[in-house]
T-cell receptor, first 111, second 112 residues
């Protein structure tokens, strides 16, 4: 079984809708991250959490919110989706040496 | 803020050829991480380099870290179609912050 899982894997939604992306991990790591990837732009950090009570904004947090329900679960929400939030979203955890382990990604399309 | 620039942005090589991808940082590197991504899929952790001069190998992929040049290189020997994908470098921007910044990626195609 995969160490970092994301649901859903694909989602198409309409402008203005609320959507939640979920991430679960079995690696036992405290640190978790949400990124978005756009073609040619690499990965941009949206939010990160160093433990259940420590949540921080990344480079591009506007329009997003997160919830760390437990050590193993970190959810990303788009309160009112807009077309420029169409992207590939990744969840990751980090280990002892800050190496990060990524989930398979969620492809989100906002029409 | 720190930036990572990868070169080349894309690369097409004939199977069996060697190739090198570079990752250059605008600031001191405290740790450099290499990942591979198949199109539309998650990133697979390849290697981590922490010390200047460090070199690591995994199968036919070798990565080196040159701290003075603030640069890392990824070298693939005798490329195969299975090496095709997007290679990304990541770095801990401020030293053990737990946050990585990433280069824009290098797309590699290997022609049989």
């Amino acid at each position: 079984d995969a160490d970092v899982t994301q649901t859903p894997r694909n989602r198409i939604t309409k402008t203005g809708k609320r959507i939640m992306l979920e991430c679960s991990q079995t690696k036992g790591h405290d640190r978790m991250y949400w990124y978005r990837q756009d073609p040619g732009l690499g990965l941009q950090l949206i939010y990160y959490s160093f433990d259940v009570k420590d949540i921080n904004k990344g480079e591009i947090s506007d329009g997003y919110s997160v919830s760390r329900q437990a050590q193993a679960k970190f959810s990303l929400s788009l309160e009112s989706a807009i077309p420029n939030q169409t992207a590939l979203y990744f969840c990751a955890t980090s280990g002892t040496y800050n190496e990060q382990f990524f989930g398979p990604g969620t492809r989100l399309t906002v029409l | 803020s720190q930036e990572l620039e990868q070169s080349p942005q894309s690369l097409i090589v004939q199977e069996g050829k060697n190739l090198t991808i570079n990752c250059t940082s605008s600031k001191t590197l405290y740790g450099l991480y290499w990942y591979k991504q198949k199109y539309g899929e998650g990133l697979i952790f390849l290697m981590m380099l922490q010390k200047g001069g460090e070199e690591k190998s995994h199968e036919k992929i070798t990565a080196k870290l040159d701290e003075k040049k603030q640069q890392s290189s990824l070298h693939i020997t005798a490329s195969q179609p299975s090496h095709a994908g997007i290679y990304l470098c990541g770095a801990d921007g401020s030293g053990n912050t737990g946050k990585l910044i990433f280069g824009q990626g290098t797309t590699l195609q290997v022609k049989p």
